[in-house]
């Protein structure tokens, strides 16, 4: 019944910006922790940004000052404002939810969405 939908990726210059969109149904992005991952095929994935559900916010350094993570409750919908790209921002950005449980921890993914960033 999970499932995460994206939005708002695609083609941009760099110094550009674009907003993605994760939009949930089944599980609650507010008592959750949210975030999102960018990884190349056959690379290790990276963490770009998580919030959790008391609202603290974290980012891989290389976003530190250009990327902004937020959510919004009534929409059950977090955003990964993304300023001042680069091209080696360049990837497919992946939603991402964790359920903690007493019995077990569980993990939803989106479908991805391209960002690409020329230059």
């Known amino acids: 019944q999970v499932q995460l939908v994206e939005s708002g990726g695609g083609l941009v210059q760099a110094g550009g910006s674009l907003r993605l969109s994760c939009a949930a149904s089944?599980?609650?992005?507010?008592?959750?922790?949210g975030g999102w991952y960018r990884q190349a095929p056959g690379k290790q994935h990276e963490l770009v940004a998580a919030?959790?559900?008391?609202?603290?916010?974290v980012y891989t350094e290389s976003v530190k000052g250009r990327f902004t993570i937020s959510r919004d409750n009534a929409k059950n919908t977090i955003y990964l404002q993304m300023n001042s790209l680069k091209p080696e921002d360049t990837n497919v950005y992946y939603c991402?939810?964790?359920?903690?449980?007493?019995?077990?921890?569980?993990?939803?993914w989106g479908q991805g969405t391209q960002v690409t960033v020329s230059s």
């Open positions: 991402h939810v964790r359920r903690v449980s007493p019995s077990n921890d569980y993990d939803y």
């Open positions: 089944g599980i609650i992005f507010s008592i959750n922790t």
């Open positions: 919030i959790t559900s008391g609202g603290i916010t």
